[in-house]
C-alpha cells in the first residue's frame, strides 16, 4: 500500500503532489541556470533534487529516493557550496569578454526545440501503463526496498558494483592530488615518482616541476 | 660425429668468430681479435678434414648428403629449406676456402698489424669465409642466391675497407653494382626453373629439370644464360670483368683471399654444380667457351701493359679463370676444379708475395719504381718465382699439371663442337705465352735490374711503417712469412694431384651421380686419353718456356729491350684496359646520367611545383579546419547538442 | 498509481533541456558543472520512471551506478576548478581557451 496514496474527491493528491515537486524541480533547474550568483545556483539545484526525491518516492523506490537525497542534496551540494564559499565571491566576467556572442541565442534557440521535441515525443507515443503488481525479488523483498537493491546488485550487477568503487576510489586518489597545492604537490609528486628511484626520471621531473613553478609565480 | 655434423660445424665457426669479433668490440684487444678469427678459420678447416675423411669412409658415396637445419620459407607449395649439401665438389671447395682462408686469415695478422681498424677488417675476413661457405655449400639454388649475395657484400665492405679512400670506395662500388647485375641474372634464372618444376633442392633440381625443358630449346638458352651471367659477374669474365683491377684498392691480403683464390672462382663452381642444367644447352657451353677463350686472352694482353704490381697479377687472375671456364664449359669440371685449386695456391702465393713488397716500400705499388729487390728480399724472391713458374705452368710446378688438363681436354673438345673449338685451344696456348711473359715481366722488373732510388732506401731502412723501419725485422714479420711459405711448398706439390697416365685424383674423387668430372660427351671424345694429355703437355711446356725466356730477353738481359716501346698503341691500348671502362661510361654511365639529368629538370619544372600546390592547398584547407578548433567549451558543447537534436530528428523521421 | 509515466518522462526532458541550456550559455565553470548535473537527474528520473512501469530493478541499478559517477565527476571537476583559480584569477570558460587550434 502506497502510503501517499489517500483519497481526495475530484484532483487525486497524487496529480497534486506531482505538480507540485515537477514545479520545484523546474523553477530550481531555472534558478540554477539563470541565478547571477553561483551560491544561488547550488542552493537552488537543491530544491532540484529534493523534489527529485519526492518524485522517486512516489514512483514506489524508497532506496533510490534515499540515496538521491545523501548523496546529491547531503554531498554533492554540500561540496559544490563549499567550494564557492573556498573561491569567494565570482561573478561572470565582464560582457567583454564574452566570445562568440552568437552562441548564446542559438544555444537558447537549441534548448527550447529540444524541449518541445522530447516532449512532443513523450506525449505522442504511447507508453505500456505501469504494472500495478509490483514484484518481490527472488529472496522475498519487496521491491524498491533496500535489501532488493542489495540483492541484485551484488548478484546480477556485481561486476558494475566493482567497477563503480573503482571509479569512486581512483576519483578520491584524482581528487586528492588535484587539491594538493605549490610544493606540498610538488613534494608528494616527487615521492609518487621515486618509486623506481631512477635518477633520470627525478632530474627531469625536478626541472619540469620548477619550470612549471615559475610559470604559476609569473602568472600570478 | 656425423658427416653433417663436421659440415655444419665448418660452416658455422666462421660466424661465431664473426659474433664474438663483433659482440665483444672494444672490450677485445687486437691480439685477442686476431686469435679470435684466425681459430675459428683453422676449427672450420679441421671440421672440413674431418668431412672429407668421413666422405672417403662413407659406403655408398654416390649422391650427396643433403642436411636440412630448418624450412627457411614457405607459401603454398613453394618451400625453401635451410639446408647444406655435402658431395665431392662442395668438399673440394670447402677444403681450398678454409684452407686458403686460414693462411691469409694468419697472413694478415703482420699485414694489417697497427692499423686501428684491425678488429673490424678480421671480422669482415671471417664473415667472407662464412658467406664464401654459404655459397659452396648451399644445397639449393636460393641458398647459392643468398651466398652469392654476401660475398657480394663481403667483398665491397672490404674493398672499401680504407673508406677515407676516395677510389677505394669507388671501387668498392663498383664491385657491388657489377656484381648486383650477376646477382639479378641468377634470381631470374632461379625463378625460371622455379616455374619450370617448382623445385630449388639440388637433387630435384638436376633429376626434373632435364625432363621439363627439352634440350637445346630457348627456354633452356635462356636458364643458362641467367645463371652464366651471374658467374661472369663474380668471375669478372667478359664482359663484366671491368670491377676486378679495381678491387685491387682493397688491401693485399683481401686481393689474395677473395680476388684470386676464392670468391672469383665462384663462377666456376656454379658451372660445375649447375652442370647437370649446362649440359641442357649446347648453345650455352659454346658461349662459355668462347668467353673464356676471350677474356683469358684479353687479359693477358692487358696484364702485359699494366703497372701495378697488384693489377698485373689481377689480370693474370682474370686470363686464369678464363682457362677454367674454358674447362667448365667443354665439361672438365674435373680440370676446371683442379685449375681453381692450384690457381688459388700459386696466386695466393703471388699476391702475398706482392703484399711483402708493398708493405716494405711503404705502400708503392708501381713496378716502374721497383727494381733490384733480390738483394734485400732473397727469400720473398724465392717465393714469388716459385709462384711464378707455377703460374707459367713450368714443369714440376702445381701451374704445369692443371692447366695443361686443361688444354689436353679443349684438344678433345674438337671432336665434340667442331673445329673452331680448335681456335680456342690456339687462344690457350697463346695465352700461355702470355702468362710466361707478364709473369716474368713481373719478376725481372720487380727484383732483377737496377737498384731504383726507392729500393735503396728500403735497403738503409728509412722507409717507415707505423714509426718502425719496414726491414728491422727482416723481410717480413713472421706470420706474415710463413703462410707464404706453406703456399710455396703447396704451389710446388699440388700439380701432384694429377699426373698423366698415373693418377687423377680430382677427376677421380669429383665422380658422383651430381658432381662428374667430366660431361659424359667429353668422356667420350676421341682424345681423352692420357696420350693426348701428354702431347698436350709436349706442346704447351716449350711455350711457357719459351715465354719465359721472352720476358727475360725484353726485362731482363735487355737484348731485345726495344720490344719494349715498339708497340706504342698496343701499350697504350693495355693500359686503358682495352677502353672497356670508357666504352661502359659512353654507353651506359653517360645516358643514364643524362636520362637523370632529365628527371631532374622533369621534377623541378613541374612535379615539385604541382606538389608545392598540393602543399600549399591542403594546408590552407587545414587552417582552415583547425579555426573550429577555437577552444571555447560551449562552442563545442554546441556542437554535441546539435548532432544530438539531429539524432532525434532523425529517430523521428524514421520511426515516423 | 493514477500519474503516467509519461509525465515523468517528459519531466525528465525538460529537465534535461534546461540543463544543457546551461552547459551551452553560462560562462561560469562552476554552473557548468551544476547544469551537468541536473541533466544527469533528468537521466535518473527517465531511468527510474521506466523501472517502476516495468517493475524491473534494472532500471534502479543504473540510477545509482549514474550517482557514484555523478559524485566522482563533480570531486574531479571541482578539483579542476579549484586547481584553476590557484593558477589563475578567473573561473570563465571563455577565457580558458589554451587548447585552440
Known amino acids: ?220 | ?656 | 498509481m493514477t500519474v503516467d509515466v509519461e509525465w515523468f518522462v517528459a519531466l525528465s526532458a525538460v529537465l534535461f533541456s534546461i540543463g544543457a541550456a546551461g552547459v551551452l550559455m553560462r560562462r561560469n565553470a562552476l554552473v557548468v558543472l551544476l547544469s551537468i548535473e541536473i541533466m544527469l537527474n533528468a537521466g535518473n528520473l527517465a531511468l527510474v520512471a521506466f523501472s517502476r512501469t516495468h517493475g524491473v530493478h534494472d532500471g534502479q541499478i543504473f540510477a545509482i551506478v549514474v550517482m557514484a559517477i555523478a559524485a566522482s565527476e563533480v570531486v574531479v571537476g571541482l578539483g579542476i576548478v579549484v586547481a584553476l583559480s590557484h593558477l589563475r584569477r578567473e573561473l570563465d570558460t571563455d577565457e580558458l581557451t589554451e587548447l585552440h587550434g
Open chain 1, 1 to 220: 500500500m502506497n502510503p501517499l496514496e489517500f483519497d481526495i474527491p475530484g484532483a487525486p493528491v497524487e496529480v497534486l503532489l506531482f505538480a507540485m515537486f515537477s514545479l520545484t524541480a523546474i523553477v530550481g533547474a531555472l534558478r540554477v541556470v539563470m541565478a547571477s550568483d553561483p551560491f544561488h545556483s547550488a542552493l537552488s539545484l537543491l530544491f532540484n533534487f529534493v523534489s527529485l526525491g519526492a518524485l522517486y518516492l512516489m514512483l514506489d523506490q524508497p532506496f533510490v529516493a534515499l540515496a538521491q537525497i545523501l548523496v546529491y542534496a547531503g554531498a554533492v551540494v554540500v561540496l559544490f557550496l563549499f567550494v564557492i564559499a573556498y573561491l569567494g565571491d565570482r561573478r561572470e566576467l565582464a560582457t567583454d569578454a564574452i566570445r562568440l556572442r552568437w552562441l548564446r541565442p542559438i544555444a537558447a534557440l537549441l534548448a527550447l526545440s529540444l524541449a518541445t521535441l522530447l516532449v512532443g515525443v513523450v506525449i505522442a507515443s504511447n507508453f505500456p501503463n505501469a504494472v500495478q503488481e509490483l514484484p518481490e525479488t527472488g529472496a522475498g523483498f519487496s521491491f524498491g526496498s533496500a535489501q532488493a537493491i542489495g540483492e541484485v546488485f551484488l548478484t546480477d550487477y556485481v561486476l558494475a558494483f566493482e567497477i563503480t568503487s573503482v571509479v569512486l576510489l581512483v576519483a578520491a586518489i584524482g581528487g586528492i592530488i588535484l587539491g594538493l597545492t605549490g610544493r606540498a604537490r610538488h613534494e608528494r609528486m616527487r615521492k609518487l615518482m621515486q618509486t623506481r628511484s631512477a635518477d633520470q626520471q627525478k632530474k627531469s621531473y625536478d626541472q619540469a616541476a620548477a619550470a612549471a613553478h615559475r610559470d604559476r609565480e609569473l602568472n600570478s
Open chain 2, 1 to 656: 660425429m656425423s658427416i653433417e655434423a663436421s659440415a655444419w660445424i665448418a660452416y658455422l665457426a666462421p660466424l661465431a668468430g664473426v659474433l664474438i669479433i663483433l659482440f665483444g668490440g672494444m672490450k677485445l684487444s687486437h691480439k685477442v681479435a686476431g686469435l679470435v678469427s684466425c681459430a675459428s678459420v683453422l676449427i672450420s678447416f679441421g671440421a672440413a678434414i674431418a668431412t672429407l675423411l668421413k666422405w672417403n669412409s662413407l659406403d655408398e658415396p654416390e649422391h650427396g648428403v643433403a642436411s636440412v637445419a630448418w624450412t627457411w620459407l614457405t607459401s603454398g607449395t613453394f618451400r625453401i629449406p635451410f639446408e647444406i649439401f655435402i658431395d665431392p665438389l662442395s668438399i673440394w671447395m670447402l677444403m681450398v676456402v678454409t684452407g686458403v682462408g686460414f693462411l691469409i686469415h694468419v697472413y694478415s695478422l703482420g699485414y694489417m698489424a697497427g692499423d686501428p681498424q684491425f678488429r673490424r677488417f678480421m671480422a669482415y675476413l671471417n664473415l667472407f669465409i662464412f658467406s664464401m661457405l654459404t655459397l659452396v655449400l648451399a644445397g639449393n639454388l636460393a641458398f647459392l642466391l643468398v651466398g652469392w649475395g654476401l660475398v657480394g657484400m663481403a667483398s665491397y665492405l672490404l674493398i672499401g675497407f680504407w673508406h677515407d679512400r676516395p677510389t677505394a670506395v669507388a671501387a668498392a662500388k663498383k664491385a657491388f653494382i657489377v656484381n648486383a647485375i650477376g646477382d639479378v641474372a641468377i634470381m631470374l634464372g632461379l625463378f625460371l626453373i622455379f616455374m619450370e618444376i617448382g623445385q630449388v633442392s639440388w637433387i630435384p633440381v638436376f633429376e626434373l629439370l632435364p625432363l621439363a625443358v627439352e634440350e637445346n630449346s630457348g627456354r633452356a638458352f635462356m636458364i643458362c644464360l641467367l645463371l652464366l651471367g651471374g658467374a661472369l659477374a663474380k668471375s669478372a669474365q667478359l664482359p663484366l670483368h671491368t670491377w676486378l683491377p679495381d678491387a685491387m684498392e682493397g688491401p693485399t691480403p683481401v686481393s689474395a683471399l677473395i680476388h684470386a683464390a676464392t670468391m672469383v672462382t665462384a663462377g666456376v663452381y656454379a658451372i660445375a654444380r649447375l652442370h647437370p642444367i649446362f649440359d641442357l644447352s649446347m648453345d650455352a657451353q659454346k658461349l662459355i667457351i668462347v668467353l673464356g677463350g676471350l677474356t683469358l686472352l684479353m687479359a693477358g694482353f692487358i696484364a702485359l701493359a699494366q703497372t701495378d704490381i697488384k693489377r698485373v697479377i689481377a689480370y693474370s687472375t682474370m686470363s686464369q679463370i678464363g682457362y677454367m671456364f674454358v674447362a667448365a664449359g667443354i665439361g672438365a669440371y674435373g680440370a676446371a676444379m683442379f685449375h681453381l685449386a692450384t690457381h688459388a695456391f700459386f696466386k695466393a702465393l703471388l699476391f702475398l708475395g706482392a703484399g711483402i713488397v708493398i708493405h716494405a716500400l711503404g705502400d708503392e705499388q708501381d713496378i716502374r719504381k721497383m727494381g733490384g729487390l733480390k738483394k734485400y728480399m732473397p727469400k720473398t724472391y724465392k717465393l714469388f718465382l716459385v709462384g711464378s713458374l707455377a703460374l707459367a705452368g713450368i714443369f714440376p710446378f702445381a701451374g704445369f699439371f692443371s692447366k695443361d688438363e686443361i688444354l689436353a681436354f679443349t684438344l678433345a673438345a674438337g671432336d665434340v663442337y667442331g673445329t673452331w673449338a680448335y681456335v680456342i685451344y690456339g687462344f690457350g696456348l697463346l695465352g700461355a705465352l702470355m702468362t710466361g711473359l707478364y709473369g716474368f715481366r713481373l719478376v725481372f722488373l720487380v727484383f732483377h735490374g737496377t737498384e731504383s732510388p726507392l729500393v735503396a732506401q728500403y735497403g738503409r731502412g728509412e722507409i717507415l711503417h707505423h714509426g718502425h723501419a719496414t726491414n728491422e725485422h727482416g723481410e717480413a714479420p713472421r706470420s706474415m712469412f710463413w703462410p707464404v711459405a706453406v703456399l710455396g711448398l703447396l704451389a710446388v706439390v699440388g700439380g701432384a694431384l694429377a699426373i698423366p697416365g698415373l693418377w687423377n685424383v680430382p677427376h677421380d674423387f669429383l665422380h658422383g651421380a651430381h658432381a662428374a668430372p667430366t660431361r659424359e660427351a667429353l668422356e667420350h671424345a676421341e682424345f681423352s686419353t692420357p696420350a693426348i694429355w701428354l702431347f698436350a703437355l709436349a706442346i704447351s711446356l716449350p711455350i711457357a718456356v719459351l715465354g719465359i725466356l721472352g720476358a727475360w730477353m725484353i726485362w731482363g738481359s735487355g737484348k731485345l729491350g726495344s720490344l719494349r716501346t715498339r708497340f706504342p698503341r698496343m701499350e697504350r691500348a693495355g693500359q686503358n684496359a682495352w677502353g672497356w671502362d670508357s666504352m661502359y661510361d659512353k654507353v651506359f654511365s653517360r645516358p643514364s646520367q643524362a636520362l637523370a639529368t632529365s628527371a631532374v629538370a622533369f621534377e623541378d619544372t613541374i612535379t615539385v611545383p604541382a606538389l608545392e600546390e598540393a602543399e600549399f592547398a591542403g594546408r590552407d584547407a587545414g587552417a582552415n579546419i583547425a579555426r573550429l578548433q577555437n577552444g571555447v567549451v560551449r562552442f563545442y558543447a554546441l556542437g554535441t547538442a546539435l548532432a544530438f537534436l539531429a539524432v532525434v530528428v532523425a529517430f523521428i523521421w524514421v520511426e515516423g
